[in-house]
């Protein structure tokens, strides 16, 4: 347990982070890691030697055997091989190792990881890259050095690499435009993030009790409990003692591996959580939040729970999301999406706001894909999640900022309102210059905007990638405008590109309820985008547009793109058709049993009752055996139809975009028909028949 008095010392312990370099490293060696940080500049390996040999020693201190090189591949899950510090020595002993060539290099096996054709069976090179930007740190014995992960041929197989190169893509154009503002002490600009997490505690002995959770991540068949959410007695109540211990054990382990993790809370669901971290620069934030999730899993082990990230654990409750908070900063600390006390006279937050919307507008469809997945599909589109629909909240005052820019004049704010309480103890409250919209994709929320469309379960790492390309290709779009103006011209011309700008993109623009059928028809009227599932997008990942987009900016190569398309199309039928399998085999022998033992000791119950009682009805008797067998009835059809049905989706693998399709709709549907009957039938059977735990178990039991 980490002492309060403490926790200055503590935080970060497990990180060789900025401070440990600095109090370690030669000071020119230093400087050089910095610099390479700082500036993206090239690391020499006599550099890396030095680094190297520090980081071992500070390893070993704390505990560490072995290294491992940690990436991210194309999975969605992060992967490590561990080798250990020692090498023998002729005398028999050993010596503990770790060059330069060691930290810089890695080589896995790239054949086995998801790779869209790239790499065959036979072509198993790949390498692994350090990231210095990213600390490296250490968990379980081994020191964990964060990397890119790349094919023999030079070909990304991972998400690191498309975030840096984005990353890098928007600061290159971000400094061109404020360049033009005459801004130019700036060196560079960073994205930054920060993600909060949502997710479900259960009892791990439950867990282990469902197929579905251990297969699939999520429940395929379960009546509703007699009580959901619906009294909103959950969300930011008292955190029951049991799930306190489990994140005061969770912020402790996260603190010490330097993740800076500060908000928690229950979330609206029975069982749901929430924790959220401040901002980082994008890469250590992607970094660090697949490292949450790892941690978050164990923990929840130590305490015998199960962690459960899926988007839809449940049906009927609200799902768990991963909003990406996301804003632009320059090196010398400007926030460039700061509104300030005059946003309509504010050049640089006007670029960079309107270059955001053109940006959502013009690359909704891959922005909608790069949070698309089999389980946030179920997710969008819910009550407790933003539609499918990509629309941008900016609020009552930025809309009438926006209105000046159309109409050639300074908006001129009140400047910050105090709001009364209307009880004197109380104070005043500085309002906000925004309202929260939760039923929007993407809100602007203060100096920064809210994607809220990521799923629990997957990086963060996708939409960012698009987020920051598509950003930096309106941003190059407004400096090749004002390239043909001449210094003199440029103060007045600016608003006119500006102006021009958002009118052809203000459509996104949308203040109000995203939950309603008239939004889903303005929304139509607007010629916005619904693309309510990942087969629905994928087309557009593979456009013209799309293609042009990121090779443009040297974000992938149009084969990276292609295989990319492929590894998502088979990832959701993969997914699916797990989902499929595991059903069928919950329904025909978990589910089924229960019934059959039920009946029998009903119908048992039934003659004992008629040998007593000749004359008695049996009414409810024979009203339980009528809806179970019409219920096991109608289950059986759709337990036929979901095998015919999945053994032809099987047959669909020369075509991966139709194979996604037949899964979306008629796998899933199948799967919607069959569970009716399933949660019908086992709301009628007792708990004690099921060899599963019930809804009501599951979502209740952490008192």
């Not at 905007?449 to 960012?464: C, I, T």
């Amino acid at each position: 347990m980490i002492d309060a008095a403490k926790l200055t010392d503590e935080y970060g312990c497990l990180v060789f982070n900025d401070r440990i370099m600095r109090e370690r490293l030669p000071k020119d060696i230093y400087r050089a890691v910095h610099k390479t940080i700082e500036r993206g500049t090239h690391l020499e390996l006599d550099v890396a030697n030095c680094v190297a040999a520090v980081m071992k020693e500070w390893a070993i201190e704390n505990g560490a055997t072995h290294f491992t090189h940690w990436f991210q591949p194309m999975t969605g899950l992060t992967a490590e091989k561990h080798d250990s510090f020692i090498s023998p020595s002729d005398d028999g002993s050993i010596i503990m190792e770790f060059s330069g060539k060691e930290l810089v290099k890695g080589e896995p096996d790239a054949s086995s990881f998801p790779s869209g054709g790239l790499r065959a069976t036979f072509e198993a090179r790949g390498y692994t890259a350090w990231d210095p930007s990213s600390p490296a740190f250490i968990k379980d014995g081994s020191l964990y050095i964060p990397t890119a992960f790349c094919s023999y041929g030079g070909e990304a197989l991972d998400k690191k690499t498309p975030l840096l190169r984005s990353m890098e893509a928007l600061s290159n154009e971000a400094l061109k435009i404020l360049k033009t503002l005459g801004i130019e002490n700036v060196k560079r600009v960073n994205t930054t993030i920060g993600s909060e997490q949502e997710y479900f505690l259960i009892d791990k002995n439950y867990y282990k009790q469902r197929k579905d959770l251990l297969f699939t991540g999520r429940t395929l068949i379960g009546a509703p409990p007699t009580k959901g959410q619906e009294m909103e007695d959950h969300y930011f109540g008292v955190i029951k003692p049991k799930v306190s211990a489990y994140m005061h054990d969770l912020d402790e382990e996260l603190w010490k591996l330097g993740i800076p993790v500060k908000t928690k809370h229950n979330e609206v669901a029975p069982s749901q959580h929430e924790c959220a971290p401040v901002f980082e620069t994008a890469n250590v934030a992607v970094d660090h939040n697949q490292l949450t999730m790892e941690v978050m899993k164990k923990v929840a082990e130590k305490h015998n729970f199960a962690c459960l990230l899926h988007e839809k654990p449940f049906e009927g409750i609200n799902g768990s999301g991963k909003h990406n908070n996301w804003s632009v900063c320059t090196d010398t600390g400007i926030n460039l999406l700061d509104p300030g006390k005059h946003p309509g006279e504010n050049l640089p937050f006007l670029v960079f706001l309107i270059a955001v919307i053109a940006a959502v507008d013009e690359y909704a469809p891959i922005l909608r894909l790069s949070v698309a997945s089999a389980g946030n599909d179920h997710r969008l589109g819910g009550n407790e999640a933003p539609p499918a629909i990509i629309s941008i909240f900016v609020g009552d005052e930025l809309s009438e900022v926006l209105k000046g820019v159309e109409e050639g004049s300074a908006y001129q704010g009140s400047g910050k309102v105090q709001m009364g309480m209307g009880a004197q103890v109380l104070p005043h409250i500085t309002k906000d210059n925004t309202d929260r919209n939760r039923t929007s994709p993407f809100a602007f929320t203060g100096n920064k905007f809210e994607f809220r469309m990521p799923g629990s379960s997957v990086s963060v790492a996708n939409a960012n990638i698009v987020l920051n390309t598509a950003v930096a290709e309106e941003l190059s779009k407004i400096s090749e405008e004002l390239s043909k103006y001449s210094e003199e011209e440029l103060p007045e011309k600016i608003m006119d590109v500006l102006k021009e700008m958002l009118l052809k993109h203000k459509r996104v623009l949308f203040n109000g309820n995203g939950y309603t059928d008239e939004w889903i028809e303005e929304a139509g009227k607007r010629g916005l985008p619904n693309l309510k599932s990942l087969p629905d997008a994928m087309p557009y990942w593979i456009s013209d547009s799309s293609i042009g987009l990121f090779t443009k900016h040297g974000i992938f190569t149009e084969e990276e793109i292609r295989s990319r398309y492929e590894i998502l199309l088979e990832n959701y039928s993969k997914s699916v058709h797990i989902e499929a399998l595991t059903m069928q085999e919950m329904v025909r022998k978990d589910l089924m049993e229960g019934i059959i033992a039920y009946e029998k000791d009903v119908t048992k119950e039934m003659l004992q009752k008629k040998e007593v009682l000749p004359e008695a009805d049996c009414l409810m008797e024979k009203s339980i055996l009528k809806v179970l067998d019409e219920a096991t009835s109608g289950m059986s059809k759709e337990l036929i139809k979901l095998k015919e049905d999945t053994a032809k989706a099987e047959q669909m693998e020369d075509d991966l975009l139709s194979q996604a399709g037949f899964y979306k709709d008629t796998i899933l549907t199948d799967m919607e028909n069959l569970r009716k009957y399933a949660d019908s039938a086992e709301a009628m059977v007792p708990d004690k028949y099921l060899c599963y735990p019930t809804y009501g178990q599951m979502l209740f039991s952490l008192i």
